[in-house]
């Protein structure tokens, strides 16, 4: 039954059912009284797609891998295309989040916690053309945020 999958694989039955739709799950048998019954293969597919989603994998890039998986003799150049693509996707990601953390870093520091009027977070958050650039100001690893 969905709950039971969905108790074994820590899926939500609504993400097991959606999996379904889009053809990322196969449709499980059903019984005479309309319940769906799960193998070992849905088990392992949905184990597949869950691991793919935490690592952060589209559902269009979880279509190709699977449809790769399925077909054992292929090469697996194109899988090993889609992780490099999946790599430089995080690596982007990764130096977005250290530039937001040192802007992050830069706007606390710089505050001195005196008036709003004069309060730097507030100051740089209304002018988006300060979030970029350093301003002259010393680089903020040199800084020590409290």
Do not use: W
Request: contains cysteine.
């Amino acid at each position: 039954m969905i709950g039971q999958l969905a108790r074994r694989t820590g899926c939500k039955v609504q993400t097991i059912r959606y999996y379904e739709q889009i053809g990322l799950m196969p449709e499980p048998v059903r019984t005479e009284g309309n319940q769906r019954r799960y193998g070992a293969p849905h088990l392992k597919r949905l184990a597949f797609v869950r691991h793919s989603r935490e690592l952060g994998f589209s559902l269009e890039a979880i279509r190709e891998l699977l449809d790769l998986a399925d077909d054992p003799d292929r090469s697996c150049a194109t899988a090993d295309s889609i992780a490099r693509r999946q790599f430089d996707q995080v690596e982007s990601r990764i130096a977005r989040l250290q530039a937001l953390k040192r802007e992050l870093k830069r706007m606390i520091v710089q505050c001195r916690g005196g008036r709003v009027a004069e309060c730097r977070v507030i100051e740089v958050l209304a002018d988006h053309g300060l979030c970029v650039s350093d301003h002259g100001n010393p680089p903020v690893d040199k800084l020590a945020v409290s």
